[in-house]
């Protein structure tokens, strides 16, 4: 792990240090407003719908222990540890109002037409003394009837170098809309589709109906329910209008997303499976943040951006260094329990707890390095909490070698005896501990799942190092002629322990003298015999009792 890091600082951007979140750094504070036509409201639902929808999106990024809360029931506030990508902040700002329309009329976006005698004239501008409505009711989509005389100059009037409207236009009307280059006007008919209807989308390379691969990079959709089977019904349409004339505009659906027509494929055949696929001048980074905005559903308004600043950290060093001075005092009372404890074998629990966190802050500097995790407070407190749980599995172990040692077995037999019974039960611990905090981190947001995030990385590594570092060790200690000894400063005296081996399988009492660490041993071997030892006793004791009556 230290290595991958060392080769991510050499050769990337990868640093030694795990990257603090917004409450231990700062970062950038984005301030959504929605976009409200005269009289509109923004209700709660739309709000958390939209609050919901934002922390998506920016989770799909990498980046962790932001924060998106609703500010005075009208805005969105959007805060970003550390410095905010482009992309990033594209994913936040962009409305994703996806809505499925078929073309009626394109062409390229000039505002003049030329006339025989090569002389160009400024196409004429819509007034109010054209008429809006259609002659004769459409009966589709594709219907020409929905080109009114107003909607056509319109048309002829944009030039795409200014907003057309298009994102606030009613979906039961027709609009005219740019390609998102601004090299295409586009007379669109009413909304067949909305962008709601989307379960799943992807971004990957567009291959041919022969499986082959263009290199150009698309969006596929997955629609299902109702979704699904209006996609079918225009395909029909569509293919019907291809297969009669190819150069009929109006064979092409157009893909709109916040009133930009981001792609108008052409329908080269019937779509029944709802797996449409938008295509246009995309990238691997720009298909793969419209994929995200799609996945994670349009937002219930469109939002503009009132502010956009930089902040400073809510906590700070002063908070950091509090915590950190908390984890190292329950670290040395932990070690200082130990040594007491269990004497020379507490260093082994020492020992443990380094290489423990050790690899729990190289997994935090590569986290932060490839996933953009961020270490945040309630995070700090999951790492200060894991301590404890880990000195937990180390006493079980210690104990349940001891209790072989009292059966009077010898110190190798000991370790591995003692370790099948107690992995067992750390096993058993950490699973539960492991199964809380996944619950915590799914269920929660924010700062809370900070702390579950590093109390569940902690309990594996505690596991990880029990099993490949703890037992190893052991085991090479019971080889140790020191260790073996039973010596008193090991934490393994079989006289302390209240159990003294004697070979075969056979067991004598520790005389009772008037020493009071041997009467403690005694009163210690008593409380520890099993229900089955206890009886054998009590039944030698009777027996004894008869035998002396008799005589």
Same mark, same amino acid.
């Given at each position: 792990?230290?290595g991958?890091?060392?080769?991510?600082?050499?050769?990337?951007?990868?640093?030694?240090?795990?990257?603090?979140?917004?409450?231990?750094e700062g970062?950038?504070?984005?301030i959504?407003?929605?976009?409200?036509?005269? /009289?509109?409201?923004?209700?709660?639902e739309?709000?958390?719908?939209?609050?919901?929808?934002?922390?998506q999106?920016?989770?799909?990024?990498?980046v962790?222990?932001a924060?998106?809360n609703?500010?005075?029931g009208r805005?969105?506030?959007?805060?970003?540890p550390g410095?905010?990508?482009?992309?990033?902040?594209?994913?936040?700002?962009?409305?994703?109002?996806?809505?499925?329309?078929?073309?009626l009329?394109a062409?390229a976006?000039?505002?003049?037409?030329? /006339?025989?005698?090569?002389?160009?004239?400024?196409?004429p501008?819509?007034?109010?003394?054209?008429?809006?409505?259609?002659?004769?009711?459409?009966t589709?989509?594709?219907d020409?009837?929905?080109?009114t005389?107003?909607?056509?100059a319109?048309?002829?009037?944009?030039?795409?170098?200014?907003?057309?409207?298009?994102?606030?236009?009613?979906k039961?009307?027709?609009?005219?809309a740019?390609?998102?280059?601004?090299?295409?006007r586009?007379?669109?008919?009413?909304?067949?589709?909305?962008?709601?209807?989307?379960t799943?989308?992807? @971004?990957?390379?567009?291959t041919t109906?022969?499986g @082959?691969?263009?290199g150009?990079?698309?969006?596929n959709i997955?629609?299902?329910?109702?979704?699904?089977?209006a996609?079918?019904?225009?395909?029909?349409?569509l293919?019907?209008?291809?297969s009669a004339?190819?150069?009929?505009?109006?064979?092409?659906?157009?893909?709109v997303l916040?009133?930009?027509?981001?792609?108008?494929?052409?329908?080269q055949?019937?779509?029944t499976?709802g797996?449409?696929?938008?295509?246009?001048?995309?990238?691997?980074q720009?298909?793969?943040?419209?994929?995200?905005?799609?996945?994670?559903?349009?937002?219930?308004?469109?939002?503009g951006?009132?502010?956009s600043?930089?902040?400073?950290a809510?906590?700070?060093?002063?908070?950091?260094?509090g915590?950190?001075?908390?984890?190292?005092? /329950?670290?040395?009372?932990?070690?200082?329990?130990?040594?007491?404890?269990?004497?020379?074998?507490?260093?082994?629990t020492?020992?443990?707890?380094?290489v423990?966190?050790?690899?729990?802050y190289?997994?935090?500097?590569?986290l932060?390095?490839g996933?953009g995790?961020?270490l945040?407070?309630a995070?700090?407190?999951?790492?200060i909490? @894991?301590?404890?749980?880990?000195?937990?599995?180390?006493?079980?172990?210690?104990?349940?070698?001891?209790?072989e040692?009292?059966d009077?077995r010898?110190?190798e037999s000991?370790?591995?005896?003692g370790?099948?019974?107690?992995?067992?039960?750390?096993?058993?611990?950490?699973g539960?501990?492991?199964?809380?905090?996944?619950?915590?981190?799914?269920? @929660?947001?924010g700062?809370?799942?900070?702390?579950?995030?590093?109390?569940?990385?902690?309990t594996?590594?505690?596991?990880?190092?029990?099993?490949?570092?703890?037992?190893?060790?052991l085991?090479?200690?019971?080889?140790?002629?020191?260790?073996?000894?039973?010596h008193?400063?090991?934490?393994l005296?079989?006289?302390?322990?209240?159990?003294?081996y004697r070979?075969?399988?056979?067991?004598?009492?520790?005389?009772m003298?008037?020493?009071?660490?041997?009467?403690g041993a005694?009163?210690?071997?008593?409380?520890?015999?099993?229900i089955?030892?206890?009886?054998?006793?009590?039944?030698?004791?009777?027996?004894?009792s008869t035998?002396?009556?008799?005589?």
């Amino acid at each position: 792990m230290f290595g991958g890091l060392a080769a991510g600082t050499m050769f990337g951007d990868a640093s030694w240090q795990p990257k603090l979140a917004l409450d231990l750094e700062g970062g950038t504070q984005i301030i959504l407003e929605p976009k409200l036509e005269g /009289g509109q409201q923004v209700s709660a639902e739309q709000l958390n719908q939209a609050v919901s929808i934002i922390r998506q999106r920016v989770n799909a990024t990498g980046v962790t222990e932001a924060e998106v809360n609703t500010q005075g029931g009208r805005n969105i506030v959007v805060s970003i540890p550390g410095k905010v990508d482009e992309d990033t902040r594209k994913r936040i700002e962009s409305s994703a109002q996806l809505q499925f329309r078929s073309v009626l009329v394109a062409s390229a976006p000039t505002t003049t037409t030329t /006339g025989e005698d090569g002389k160009e004239t400024p196409n004429p501008k819509p007034t109010d003394d054209l008429s809006k409505t259609p002659a004769t009711k459409p009966t589709d989509g594709s219907d020409l009837a929905w080109v009114t005389p107003y909607l056509s100059a319109e048309f002829l009037a944009t030039d795409c170098k200014t907003p057309t409207g298009a994102e606030n236009a009613p979906k039961d009307q027709p609009v005219v809309a740019c390609s998102d280059d601004g090299t295409v006007r586009y007379l669109l008919g009413p909304v067949e589709l909305n962008g709601d209807s989307i379960t799943d989308a992807s @971004a990957g390379i567009k291959t041919t109906s022969s499986g @082959a691969s263009t290199g150009e990079w698309a969006v596929n959709i997955t629609l299902a329910g109702k979704g699904k089977d209006a996609f079918t019904d225009v395909s029909k349409r569509l293919y019907k209008l291809y297969s009669a004339n190819q150069n009929d505009a109006r064979a092409a659906f157009a893909f709109v997303l916040d009133g930009k027509v981001i792609s108008a494929p052409v329908m080269q055949g019937v779509i029944t499976d709802g797996r449409p696929s938008i295509s246009g001048n995309f990238n691997e980074q720009s298909a793969k943040a419209l994929a995200d905005q799609l996945k994670y559903g349009a937002l219930p308004l469109s939002f503009g951006v009132q502010s956009s600043s930089e902040i400073s950290a809510t906590l700070g060093a002063t908070q950091l260094s509090g915590g950190m001075l908390a984890g190292l005092i /329950g670290l040395i009372l932990v070690v200082i329990y130990t040594l007491f404890q269990y004497r020379l074998l507490g260093f082994v629990t020492i020992f443990s707890l380094v290489v423990a966190g050790a690899l729990t802050y190289a997994a935090l500097a590569l986290l932060s390095w490839g996933q953009g995790y961020r270490l945040s407070l309630a995070g700090v407190a999951g790492i200060i909490v @894991a301590i404890g749980f880990t000195a937990d599995s180390f006493i079980v172990y210690f104990e349940r070698i001891r209790d072989e040692l009292r059966d009077g077995r010898g110190l190798e037999s000991a370790v591995e005896a003692g370790w099948k019974r107690a992995k067992r039960t750390i096993y058993a611990s950490k699973g539960v501990n492991l199964l809380a905090a996944v619950v915590l981190y799914l269920l @929660a947001v924010g700062n809370v799942q900070g702390f579950a995030f590093t109390l569940g990385l902690t309990t594996v590594i505690d596991v990880i190092v029990v099993v490949l570092f703890t037992h190893p060790m052991l085991q090479l200690l019971a080889r140790n002629r020191f260790f073996a000894s039973g010596h008193p400063l090991t934490g393994l005296d079989p006289n302390a322990l209240g159990a003294i081996y004697r070979g075969r399988a056979q067991f004598r009492t520790p005389e009772m003298t008037g020493s009071k660490k041997a009467l403690g041993a005694s009163r210690e071997a008593q409380k520890r015999q099993t229900i089955a030892e206890r009886k054998l006793a009590e039944a030698q004791a009777a027996n004894g009792s008869t035998s002396s009556k008799e005589s």
